[in-house]
């Protein structure tokens, strides 16, 4: 790591002049005791306020824009509330109704854990995979590299836009080429039981951003290890299960936490791909697509932030269950390296 | 090399193989989107088109512009959100960062937990409240509600300026202190130019959030001519109001237009995130 400044901008006012300890300019003061203590304490104070001054603008946007709207959106989860007329509390009839006489609400849960308990480890798995093939050197490996990454660069918008049309029931590529082996492909965005594998697909095809992660990870394996475990009779793919999976990891724990994170909050993929937040038969209706819903087209701005925090607690929930497994299977290497 | 031989997969055909259908998949959509963006008119209101392209309207990328459709106006939507916002979250992150991680303060600890949890906070929860507020701001289909909040710094960017300046030694800041530059002066002159790498990431990850941002611009814009490219073809895409068939080519030639500049961005910003330490590998994009 190298963290060399450009010649030319980078001003320095005393290049190569000693420079002391950062405890020196306060020697003087201490031992002058007492009678210097006041003025320390003014130092100190200015350098508080300085601090405050570089940090104001994060400071206020935090109470701007996160403190406050955290607040009221948990006040406003218990008020039924168009944003026009006054809010009007009505207690925890919001979580009642969610739990107890909203199907939708269900279904949406449902249809977000169907998508995120299938997406995320599939991609994983692939992601494993292919960073397996790539992390090795051969002839091509920096060209399939990019041709991995690149689906991953793609903005969601125009990613769904194209999968749109691959899934086109009748001229579509895929149902197109599913017919050359004489299958007859579904509806898919169409058809309710296919419009989820169709966004899961599409959350496939972006599986390049862990697959790079994981080809670093890879690369980091001491090959004296693989030495090692070769000379005991490992075959390859007990050298691939044994070592490489268990080092790496730590990667993978970070790509499950933060995957089940994003797909949990999935949003523009369903918009694109079935023009509108629900799909055929409401069939892909998800949790944030169900709040849009909820505030922007219905005007319900209490329930919206009702629901809005019921995903914030599942998210959190199932991020400390993740958390909480860890420890019985994420590897790291200072434990046994020191 | 004893790292062949840790391979299960055996042969070297095997795995090209392989990695050659596995590319073929990736890059087939780009080449469909390809496709149908050289279309013509004809074929796009048709919508008949091959996967492989056998037009070549490369027209249409002018065509886009110069038509009545409001491409070039989306575009332009898109540039001021993205040079906007980058500036404001370059300018933000680096003062909050070097405040976080060079001066000294009581609550300072304290407040840097608050920062980081900060980012377990699903967009969702805020959005109804914030909305409120730029409501009453008066900024509903205005470019503000999604370039403001960029001036106000974000957690993971502030982390990652405090976390290159603590690997910095702060010998030099110290000199300067004692040459009676205060944290302003050490900021401007001594911190702005050694994080230029980290301030290049930023830029990087601030583009490449904004450009293809879409639940924002949903939101809060509702006039076309307002739009960012990433709504505006959406909004294009979607407007099939029975007879009238959406511009596919058109669309196409946008979302082409979307996915160009990230593509670049990646291409020549990745050493930068290599010197941040982002990526600790190769990302294969040279």
Not at chain 1, 252 to 257: E, K
Not at chain 2, 233 to 258: C, D, E, F, K
């Amino acid at each position: 790591m190298t963290t060399t400044a450009r010649p030319g901008e980078n001003f320095v006012p005393r290049p190569g002049g000693p420079a002391g300890p950062p405890t020196a300019s306060l020697e003087p003061h201490r031992r002058m005791g007492a009678i210097m203590r006041p003025a320390l304490r003014r130092k100190r104070t200015r350098e508080a306020l300085t601090f405050y001054a570089f940090i104001s603008p994060w400071l206020l946007g935090f109470i701007v824009f996160t403190a406050i709207p955290m607040i009221a959106s948990l006040v406003l989860a218990f008020t039924n509330w168009d944003s026009f007329q006054p809010p009007v509390f009505i207690g925890f009839a919001n979580f009642v109704k969610m739990f107890t006489d909203d199907p939708l609400f269900w279904q949406a849960l449902a249809h977000t854990l169907y998508f995120t308990v299938v997406s995320v480890p599939l991609s994983l798995l692939i992601a494993l995979g292919l960073a397996q093939l790539l992390s090795r050197p051969m002839r091509g490996a920096r060209f399939f590299r990019t041709i991995v990454y690149i689906p991953a660069l793609v903005p969601l918008v125009a990613g769904a836009m194209i999968f749109k049309w691959l899934f086109a029931p009748d001229s579509g590529p895929v149902n197109g080429f599913l017919a050359l082996f004489g299958i007859k492909g579904p509806a898919w965005l169409l058809d309710p039981n296919w419009v989820i594998p169709g966004i899961i697909l599409l959350s496939l095809w972006q599986v390049g951003a862990g697959t790079i992660l994981l080809i670093a990870a890879l690369q980091g394996v001491p090959p004296e290890l693989y030495e090692a475990a070769r000379i005991d009779g490992a075959s390859r793919f007990q050298q691939f299960w044994r070592l490489s999976v268990p080092l790496v990891t730590p990667i993978l724990f970070f790509n499950l936490i933060t995957g089940m994170i994003s797909a949990f909050q999935v949003f523009s993929q369903v918009y694109v791909l079935t023009d509108g937040t629900s799909g055929p038969d409401n069939a892909s209706l998800m949790m944030v697509p169900y709040v849009y819903d909820s505030a922007f087209r219905n005007y319900n701005m209490g329930y919206a932030s009702a629901l809005a925090w019921v995903l914030f607690l599942i998210i959190m929930a199932l991020s400390a269950i993740v958390l909480r497994s860890s420890r019985a299977w994420v590897f790291y290497e200072t434990e046994v390296r020191q | 090399m004893s790292a062949t031989t840790t391979d299960p997969v055996r042969s070297k055909a095997t795995r090209y193989a392989i990695l050659t259908v596995v590319s073929a998949i990736l890059i087939a959509p780009l080449v469909f989107m390809v496709s149908i963006a050289l279309s013509s008119d004809r074929t796009s209101k048709q919508m008949s088109f091959s996967f492989f392209p056998t037009e070549f309207h490369l027209g249409n990328f002018v065509r886009a512009f110069t038509s009545d459709l409001p491409m070039g106006q989306f575009l332009i939507n898109s540039i001021l959100i993205v040079v906007f916002s980058c500036i404001g979250m370059v300018f933000s992150s680096a003062v909050v960062g070097y405040g976080f991680a060079r001066i000294r303060a009581p609550f300072k600890g304290f407040l840097f937990m608050v920062l980081l949890s900060t980012m377990m906070i699903p967009a969702e929860v805020l959005l109804i409240p914030q909305f409120i507020i730029f409501r009453n701001l008066g900024w509903i289909d205005t470019l503000l509600p999604i370039i403001v909040p960029n001036f106000f710094a974000n957690a993971y960017n502030v982390f990652l300026v405090r976390q290159f300046l603590t690997r910095i030694p702060s010998e030099l800041d110290d000199a300067a202190m004692l040459d009676g530059l205060g944290h302003w002066g050490i900021f401007r002159r001594i911190a702005m130019p050694l994080m230029m790498p980290v301030l290049a990431a930023i830029t990087i990850f601030t583009f490449t959030f904004n450009w293809g941002y879409f639940f924002g611009p949903l939101i809060y814009i509702n006039t076309e001519s307002k739009m960012p490219l990433a709504l505006g073809i959406q909004i294009l895409s979607a407007t099939s109001s029975g007879a009238q068939t959406p511009p596919w080519n058109m669309v196409m030639v946008g979302a082409l237009i979307l996915i160009v500049p990230m593509v670049a961005v990646y291409h020549f910003g990745q050493k930068y995130l290599y010197e941040t330490g982002l990526v600790s590998g190769s990302v294969g994009l040279k």
